[in-house]
């Protein structure tokens, strides 16, 4: 039985709020605040006194029960390493949470620089001993601190407000390393800054240093204000940063990206495969294809189809240039695959590209709204210049011949809108300064034949030097991959007529 004592009347007290006074807690490291992590705790206190009458030397006992619940702000000072959605994970062996000083020769304070020393603590608390009382788990604040299954992921780091290590304008950066052997988590590293503290209020801001949200709305940054209490008990403070956040694992969301062929030539078409595989523990919505074509490469709008568990789905399809955007309402159930398969037509300009597209896809967990993103998927496809690498270029002139040499000199003008026509009946009209040209013409001899009903008032010129142009078409022979010119030369019939 306990005697009335000071104690015994705040023993209720310091229970609980002198330990939470004792801890300096570098919260959860993970994606954001999520206040289903954490459980508001029910406290019942008893308070037991006795006193003796001295008038009736008689004794009386009593005790009374209180019970409150703490505030969500104030419960439970220790940070947890959960996965992300909450739940805890599978196997916390080998996770280690550790927070270093930045360096100092980095001037955006991003990069690692030593561990912070802290001071080591001790539990149970021996007194006299020059050792504070530290907090389970991490009783004796070592700094990095290993996570174990029985803790369940918690640790906790004590800060030494003798040392300044609260002080206004103190970083530090907090890192979470998964095991070297784990292939499904990295890395990650947040950036704690102490903007201010006064008045028993401590107000530091987070930072996402490798560009995953911190926040649920997608924040890379917060802010947030703790309250600092009891700092003078053992001359360390308290600093709950309680980012409740989830570690999600990598590779969520994997693209593969194939193609039917190695090698094509222009005129040829490509069929292309997507693969979109979810790896995670939650479905994926909102997903968004961005497939950037090569040089010469056509969609074939009416060929993309989706589909999922053998399944046909419909996919919205957007193409801005070379710049093909897939969309799909459908969700992919965890370790489901969305398949997006469309074809592309070569064109001559193929030629001039890479022949290398790629893929980047985004998409959204359906139970956080986190933004997933994998890629870019890329391949390559060889092109083959084919035909069209020995392909030339016939080009001519319908000029008006003044001298009959069959050659256009200065002062012998073009004729326009003169006819010829091909020996595989293609024609083809001369422009205002009576030029034409034929591009992409196989190689060999061609035969061109000047329409001379299309030209009214018009006349075949005799020519003085050549008696083969004297003739109303033109036998070429064009090399491959060259240049052949095929002129025509007139003379305007009332000309003729004057001579006779």
Request: hydrophobic fraction near 35%.
């Given at each position: 039985m306990?005697?009335?004592?000071?104690h015994?009347?705040?023993?209720?007290r310091?229970?609980?709020?002198?330990?939470f006074a004792?801890?300096?807690l570098?919260?959860?490291?993970?994606?954001?605040?999520?206040?289903?992590?954490?459980q508001?705790?029910?406290?019942?206190?008893?308070?037991?006194?006795?006193?003796?009458?001295?008038?009736?030397?008689q004794?009386?006992?009593?005790?009374?029960?209180?019970?409150?619940?703490?505030?969500?702000?104030?419960?439970?000072?220790?940070?947890?390493i959960?996965?992300?959605?909450?739940?805890?994970?599978p196997?916390?062996?080998?996770?280690?949470?550790?927070?270093?000083?930045?360096?100092?020769n980095?001037?955006?304070?991003?990069?690692?620089g030593?561990?912070?020393?802290?001071?080591?603590?001790?539990?149970?608390?021996?007194?006299?001993?020059?050792?504070?009382q530290?907090?389970?788990?991490?009783?004796t604040n070592?700094?990095?601190?290993?996570?174990?299954n029985a803790?369940?992921?918690f640790?906790n780091?004590?800060?030494?407000?003798?040392?300044?290590?609260?002080?206004?304008?103190?970083t530090?950066?907090?890192?979470?390393?998964?095991?070297?052997?784990?292939?499904?988590?990295?890395?990650?590293?947040?950036k704690?800054?102490?903007?201010s503290?006064?008045?028993?209020i401590?107000?530091?801001?987070?930072?996402?240093?490798?560009g995953?949200p911190?926040?649920?709305?997608?924040?890379?940054q917060?802010?947030?204000?703790?309250?600092?209490?009891?700092a003078?008990r053992?001359?360390?403070?308290?600093l709950?940063?309680?980012?409740?956040m989830?570690?999600?694992?990598?590779?969520?969301?994997?693209?593969?990206?194939t193609?039917?062929?190695?090698?094509?030539?222009?005129?040829d078409?490509?069929?292309?495969?997507?693969?979109?595989?979810n790896q995670?523990?939650?479905?994926l919505?909102?997903?968004?294809?961005?497939d950037t074509?090569?040089?010469?490469?056509?969609?074939?709008?009416?060929?993309?189809?989706?589909?999922?568990?053998?399944?046909s789905?419909?996919?919205?399809?957007?193409?801005?240039?070379?710049?093909?955007?897939?969309?799909t309402?459908?969700?992919?159930?965890?370790?489901?695959?969305?398949?997006?398969?469309?074809?592309?037509?070569?064109?001559?300009?193929?030629?001039?590209?890479?022949?290398?597209?790629?893929?980047?896809?985004?998409?959204?967990?359906?139970?956080?709204?986190?933004?997933?993103?994998?890629?870019?998927?890329?391949h390559?496809?060889?092109?083959?210049?084919?035909?069209?690498?020995?392909?030339?270029?016939?080009?001519?002139?319908?000029?008006?011949?003044?001298?009959?040499?069959?050659?256009q000199?200065?002062g012998?003008?073009?004729?326009?809108n003169?006819?010829?026509?091909?020996?595989?009946?293609n024609?083809?009209?001369?422009?205002?300064?009576?030029?034409?040209?034929?591009?992409?013409?196989?190689?060999?001899?061609?035969?061109?034949?000047?329409?001379l009903?299309?030209?009214?008032?018009?006349?075949?010129?005799?020519?003085?030097?050549?008696?083969?142009r004297?003739?109303?078409?033109?036998?070429?022979r064009?090399?491959p991959?060259?240049?052949?010119?095929?002129?025509?030369?007139?003379?305007?019939?009332?000309?003729?007529?004057?001579?006779?």
């Amino acid at each position: 039985m306990r005697r009335p004592n000071s104690h015994n009347r705040i023993y209720w007290r310091n229970a609980w709020f002198q330990r939470f006074a004792a801890t300096m807690l570098l919260g959860n490291l993970l994606y954001s605040p999520i206040s289903a992590f954490a459980q508001v705790p029910a406290f019942s206190n008893t308070a037991t006194y006795t006193y003796t009458d001295p008038a009736s030397n008689q004794t009386f006992e009593s005790s009374s029960i209180t019970t409150s619940v703490i505030s969500e702000e104030l419960i439970d000072p220790l940070g947890q390493i959960l996965g992300c959605n909450g739940q805890l994970l599978p196997d916390y062996q080998g996770f280690t949470v550790a927070l270093y000083d930045p360096d100092p020769n980095d001037p955006t304070g991003t990069q690692l620089g030593n561990l912070t020393s802290l001071t080591t603590t001790e539990v149970p608390d021996i007194p006299d001993n020059g050792v504070s009382q530290g907090i389970a788990p991490n009783t004796t604040n070592i700094n990095p601190f290993p996570l174990t299954n029985a803790n369940e992921g918690f640790y906790n780091f004590l800060f030494d407000t003798n040392k300044g290590q609260a002080d206004v304008g103190r970083t530090y950066i907090l890192v979470v390393t998964p095991p070297a052997d784990s292939t499904i988590y990295t890395q990650r590293r947040i950036k704690l800054e102490i903007t201010s503290n006064s008045n028993n209020i401590l107000q530091y801001t987070a930072t996402s240093l490798d560009g995953v949200p911190i926040s649920l709305q997608g924040d890379t940054q917060l802010t947030q204000e703790v309250s600092v209490s009891d700092a003078e008990r053992i001359g360390l403070s308290l600093l709950p940063m309680n980012l409740d956040m989830g570690l999600c694992q990598n590779d969520q969301l994997r693209i593969i990206k194939t193609g039917d062929r190695a090698t094509a030539e222009p005129g040829d078409t490509v069929i292309y495969r997507l693969s979109l595989r979810n790896q995670g523990d939650a479905g994926l919505d909102n997903v968004v294809v961005t497939d950037t074509l090569p040089t010469g490469f056509k969609l074939l709008p009416k060929s993309v189809m989706g589909e999922i568990d053998g399944q046909s789905i419909s996919i919205i399809t957007e193409n801005n240039k070379s710049q093909v955007i897939f969309k799909t309402n459908e969700t992919i159930p965890t370790g489901g695959i969305i398949n997006i398969v469309y074809a592309t037509q070569l064109t001559p300009d193929a030629v001039r590209g890479s022949g290398r597209n790629s893929a980047i896809v985004n998409a959204q967990r359906t139970d956080n709204d986190f933004a997933i993103k994998d890629g870019p998927a890329t391949h390559l496809l060889r092109i083959r210049p084919g035909l069209v690498s020995d392909c030339g270029t016939i080009i001519g002139r319908v000029f008006v011949d003044k001298n009959f040499d069959g050659e256009q000199q200065s002062g012998e003008p073009g004729v326009p809108n003169a006819v010829i026509f091909l020996e595989n009946g293609n024609r083809v009209t001369t422009d205002a300064n009576g030029l034409f040209s034929v591009a992409k013409v196989l190689p060999g001899a061609h035969t061109g034949v000047l329409d001379l009903s299309s030209l009214p008032g018009y006349t075949l010129a005799p020519n003085r030097k050549f008696k083969e142009r004297n003739s109303q078409s033109r036998l070429v022979r064009l090399a491959p991959g060259g240049m052949v010119r095929m002129n025509f030369a007139v003379t305007p019939t009332f000309k003729e007529e004057a001579k006779k």
